[in-house]
Every structure is written in C-alpha cells, then in structure tokens.
C-alpha cells in the first residue's frame, strides 16, 4: 500500500526584494511519508513553512525542486484531487453566497448532482455545527462560522485525506472542541489528516504522529509519545503539615518547596531524587501525603528546544 | 464543460448579488434624466439624440461593469485566497479561467439585456408622445430594430474588453489592470489612425512603433457603428461579420494568454 503523502526533497524558494531579487528558501529539502489512516500533525512556528508546504501538496505553488504525490499520484492530479479535501488557512469564499450555495457549488464540482448534494450539505452544516446558519449569506458570518464553512466544504466529498492548514484558528473553546471531535471521527472512518497547526495541546491529543518544520525544514519527526513519554524532568509533591524544621532539613535535597493554600507545601524533586524514599521519611515526621505527580517534558518543551536549535546563532 | 458552467453560475450569481444591479439603476436613471432634458432643448434632433446617448451610455457602463467586475472577480478570488479553496478541487486552472470568463459573459448579457430594455422604453415613450410632424423628421423610426445591431456589436466589443481585463488580471494588480484594460479601450478607439502614421511623421522608428501597436492594441473601431445606426445608413454584412470574427480570434488568443499566465502562478 503507498503511503498517502510522499514527499522527496521538496523544496521551495521565493524570489524577495524590488530591485535586487534573491531567492528566499521557504521550504527546504523536505522528505516526508504519512501512511493510510494516520492523523499528522505539522507543527511549527509562524514562518516556518507549514503552510508553504501545504500549498505545494495543494499545488497553488510549484516546487523549485523535489518531488510530491499524494495517494500515489503525483499533486494536482485531478483525480486524487477528486478523494481529497483541503482547508486553506483563513479561508475566504463568497460574501454574497449563502453557506448552502457554496457548499452545493463545491459539491457539484465533485460531480454531485441532485439529492445527492442536498442531503450532503445538511450532513457537513450538521457535522461542523452550523445547521441553523444554511440560508445565511457568508459576509453576514463571523469569522468562526466562516471557519466551519471552511471545514464543511473540505469534508463535502467524504475524502480519504483531508489537509486542514490551522483548522482551530479563529474558533472558540467550543467550536475547538468540536473541530476535535471531529478529526477524531474522521480518524476512526479510516480518513488519513494531515493538519498544520501551532496549537500543540490539540497535536498532542489528536495525532498518531508529528513533524515540526522550523527555518522551512523538517527538524523532528515521530510517534508523540517516542518524543517526550519517557524523558522525565522531575517529581511534584505535595504534602500537608510540615515543620518548619523538616522543611529546613530538606533544602537541600528538593529543588524548591512553594507553599500552597490550607497549609500544603509542593515539594519540586530532581528526576532521581527518589520520592518513596522521601514520603516515608516525612511520614515519620508527621507530614501527610497528598499527592505525587511525575513532571514530563510536554510536546510544547520538545517543540521548543527543536526550534530553538534551528535558528541560526545569533553573534 | 459541465465545470466550467458551474464556475460560471457561480460568477453570475455573485456578481447580479454584487454591483452589477446598481449599475443598471444609474444607467436607468442617466437615460430616463437625458432624455427629458433633451427633451425640453432640442426641436426635431431630440430623437436622434436620445439614441446616441442611450448608446453612448450603454457602451460606457459596459465598459465599466466589464472592467471592474472582469477584475475584481479574478484579483480577488486570488486576493482573498477563496481560490485556494476552488484549485484543491477536481478542477484545472483552464477551467477555472473559462468559467471565470463565461460567468462574466453572462452578467454582461443579462446585464446589458436590462438595459437595452430600458432604453427601448424610453424610445417607446418617446414615440407615444411626439407628434406626427417630428416623427416625420426623423431618419430612422423610434423603435429601429437595427438598434439591435450596435447593441449587438456593443456586446462584441465588450466580450473583446472582459478577456482584456481577465488577462491583465492574471498576473497584474487590480489598480494596474484596470488602466491597461482602460487605456487599451481608448487606444483601441483610435487604432485606425496608427495604420496611418506614416503620414502624419517622417521617423522610421516612430512608424515601426505604430505599425507594431497598430497590430497589437485591439482595433475597436468597427465595433462602433452608432452613427450609421441612428443617421439610418447602410451597413455592410461583411464587415460586421469580419468584425464579430476578429473580436472571436482576438478573445481566444486573450483567454490562451491568460490560461497560460495562470497555469504556471504561483498563489502564495
């Protein structure tokens, strides 16, 4: 089976400046694979190619190298374009439509015809949330309704693989939510998503797999849990009614004690300080446990230390 | 072909919710005020006078709804990015292009259907109250169905400016579009007279120049044939059948460009 996006050495430069026009490499050298049915999350800061990239599997751009195909064929084939959905970052449709005239126009496009398109745009304006919303014209939409109209009109052919460039952008925690809940579906439909996003707690929650693009390369890329599960940055425990005395015996064996409300203290521990240890020592000095929680790096601390080892030093 | 009438459609549709009605009701409005004041000033010319401004302004609001919505609805779409959204479709950018240009055909014609119903309109009413002695001094009778001919043509001409201005806007900005397609217009008006520059100066260079634009900038002329419509004169079939075949040839090389130009942009 051929992975659903491929890409060898894609690479993109804009010609930048008035007078002097020199070459500005978006993307650089980008090798990817997303297999069937993966939920990708393509992470990185503003600027650092995401979505060049997407434009390019799109094919609004043209690469100045490299290679790309999606579903086995090569970008722009019209009929992989027919299996496939796409939300472009802040999209834009048409101010005088309503929502039922675009999504039936972009149904149509596929072919559709008929019932068929009737009963498929009631399904996406439901699915997105915004049944009620049908007969209103676009420019009447706030920018969240526009943003589910975004995400209707990608899912209006049911595809196989659907890019999102920053689908969360411009929604409330609601409409978020939902957006989630909705790439989970797709995802237990079997739908491959491939979804741009700086959002990381979204990434870290919904994709099987990440890649994180900094300077227009691909600096990361893996399971979520490969990169952060098992690097452990520390203990946080709590306790309740520590001495004074206790508290000065343990300076120097916890990294900072923060008192806390009710008379509880959060003891912060280096990752081999041993906490077992530890409670049962407090324990026998009268404190009481409350809680033991192990501090994880996060998608967010691994995000950033890639980045940060991208950009160039500055002297 | 089914693709490109869905573009189509959907540019009509856009376009009657946009501007294009408010053109209509000036135009309207302009006709309907000329004609009672021209009314009130002229003895016996009023009627021939009437029929040239209601051309006349029927070509200029044309010209401006070809222009500016011939513009706005490519730049924009690319603009506002709406065309990322319509490329990631099963759809080539050719198609993209000729649904564009059909959808605008189609708001020029309905367009300038409305109008020319509201110009007849007004040369009905024109004829309903004037006597007998001024409609005997008039060349042609108020309700000439050869009128139909420089509308016809008027069509023609504005088609011709529509792949003008989807052309220039395929690569250049709304602002500079809009003066190319304009000055072309112009241009075009007075393109005979570059066929006969050699008369007018001596420089060699300056005659090359003429000769080469005289061939490149549309020839709009004969697309004009208010005059001979409103004096009541003959016009020939075979020229405007040559006419309407050269505003054919010049509207698909224009569309080509255009779909060639489109086909390599890169939409960042």
Known sequence: ?315 | MRTIWLIAGAVFKESVRDRVPYAMVVFAVLLIAASYLIGQLTAGQDMKTIKDIGLAALSIFGLFIAVFIGIGLVSKEVEKKSVFGLLSKPLSRTQFILGKYTGLVMTLAVNLGVMTIAYYGILFYMNLTASAGARSVWPSPAMDPRLLIAIGLIFAELMLVTALALFFSTFSSPLLSTLLTIGLWVAGHFNADLRNFENVVSSPVAIAIARGLYYVVPNLSPFDVKAEIVYGMPISMRTLAFTLLYAAVYITLLLSAAVAIFRRRDFK
């Open chain 1, 1 to 315: 089976m051929s992975a659903a996006i491929e890409t060898e050495g894609l690479t993109k430069d804009f010609l930048v400046g008035f007078w002097r026009r020199r070459p500005h490499r978006a993307v650089d050298a980008l090798t990817l694979s997303v297999e069937p049915g993966e939920v990708f999350g393509f992470l990185g800061p503003n600027g650092a190619g995401k979505s060049t990239t997407l434009k390019l599997l799109m094919q609004l751009i043209y690469p100045t190298s490299g290679t790309a195909t999606i579903l086995g064929k090569p970008v722009g084939d019209v009929g992989v374009k027919k299996r496939i959905g796409f939300l472009a970052e802040n999209p834009y449709y048409y101010d005088y439509l309503t929502a039922e005239e675009v999504l039936s126009y972009f149904a149509r496009l596929f072919g559709y015809s008929g019932a068929d398109v009737t009963s498929r745009v009631s399904r996406v304006l439901e699915d997105v949330g915004i049944p009620h919303y049908r007969k209103t014209k676009l420019r009447a939409l706030s920018k969240g309704n526009l943003q589910r109209v975004g995400l209707a009109q990608a899912l209006i052919n049911d595809p196989e693989l659907i890019f999102l460039d920053e689908p969360m952008s411009g929604l409330d925690p609601i409409g978020r939510s939902q957006v989630r809940d909705l790439i989970l579906n797709l995802r237990q439909r079997g739908c491959t998503v491939f979804f741009s996003s700086h959002i990381l707690s979204d990434a870290e929650s919904l994709c099987s797999r990440v890649g994180i693009m900094a300077q227009g390369r691909l600096v990361a890329s893996g399971r979520v849990s490969d990169m952060i599960a098992f690097e452990l940055k520390g203990w946080e425990l709590v306790v309740a009614g520590l001495s004074d005395e206790i508290s000065q015996r343990l300076q120097s064996r916890v990294r900072a004690i923060t008192p806390l409300k009710h008379g509880r203290f959060m003891l912060d521990l280096a990752p081999d300080a041993q906490p077992e240890q530890l409670i049962a020592e407090l324990r026998g000095a009268g404190a009481d446990l409350v809680s033991l929680n192990p501090v994880r790096e996060t998608l967010e601390d691994y995000f950033v230390k890639q980045v940060a080892a991208a950009e160039p030093r500055k002297s």
